[in-house]
């Protein structure tokens, strides 16, 4: 198994411009999630996704979108790039076991600079 | 906000026990404690989770306090590989709020 992959790991961005972070798990998850990383501090949950067709908002939401129209597959979109979401950002996955869902695996980040 | 409080740093001598504390005083009944550890800028890797009961898995071991509302992660024996950000986590995977954590160096 890949695990949990992200594309592209490095990107740099342009203000108002726009962009789709992609995220993929081959572990059949049912459980998906966006996080960021600003310097010096600990990640916060963007939107998150339960299943396929499925999604939620987090902590911080304002300025992304996603989908989850496969189990594989959970995209994150920046509609108008600004330099305040300059940040590392993690998608996670978990599976569900009975009502729960347990450990969680990260992918490996995707560096992301708005100028 | 988290809902947990760490100390921001902590040494240990390798080939010591390392006792990493946490503190969750508004810990609600069904809110599990996660400990998940960040090696330099790569993703947060699972340590170790637990409800009531202490926890004890191959990387570490979890003691949750009666009342629950702190817990300690100890590393039997740390090593130079440790060395990480540790983040302790209270909550569900619907709501995983990360604070700074408690950045951990191991050394020789």
């Known amino acids: 198994n890949a695990g949990v992959t992200q594309t592209p790991k490095f990107q740099v961005l342009k203000t108002g411009q726009s962009m789709t972070l992609q995220c993929a798990q081959d572990m059949n998850h049912e459980y998906m999630s966006w996080y960021r990383q600003d310097p010096g501090m600990g990640l916060r949950l963007i939107h998150y996704?339960?299943?396929?067709?499925?999604?939620d908002q987090g902590e911080v939401p304002n300025g992304y979108n996603v989908s989850r129209s496969t189990t594989e597959d959970f995209p994150l979109r920046l509609l108008s790039a600004a330099p305040s979401q300059t940040s590392v950002y993690f998608c996670?996955?978990?599976?569900?076991?009975?009502?729960?869902?347990?450990?969680?695996?990260f992918g490996p980040g995707t560096r992301l600079t708005v100028l | 906000d988290a809902k947990t409080t760490q100390p921001p740093s902590m040494d240990c001598a390798e080939g010591r026990a390392a006792n990493l504390p946490c503190n969750h005083s508004?810990?609600?009944?069904?809110?599990?404690v996660y400990w998940y550890r960040q090696i330099h800028s790569q993703g947060p890797q699972y340590i170790i989770h637990?409800?009531?009961n202490n926890e004890t898995n191959e990387m570490a071991s979890l003691i949750i306090t009666e009342d629950r509302k702190s817990s300690t992660l100890i590393l039997p024996h740390a090593t130079l590989r440790d060395t990480a950000v540790y983040y302790c986590?209270?909550?569900?995977?619907?709501?995983?709020?990360f604070g700074a954590g408690t950045r951990l160096t191991v050394k020789p």
């Open positions: 986590i209270v909550g569900n995977n619907n709501d995983m709020r």
């Open positions: 508004t810990i609600s009944g069904n809110e599990y």
């Open positions: 996704s339960v299943g396929a067709g499925i999604t």
């Open positions: 996670a996955s978990s599976p569900r076991l009975g009502s729960s869902y347990n450990e969680q695996f």
């Open positions: 637990g409800l009531k």
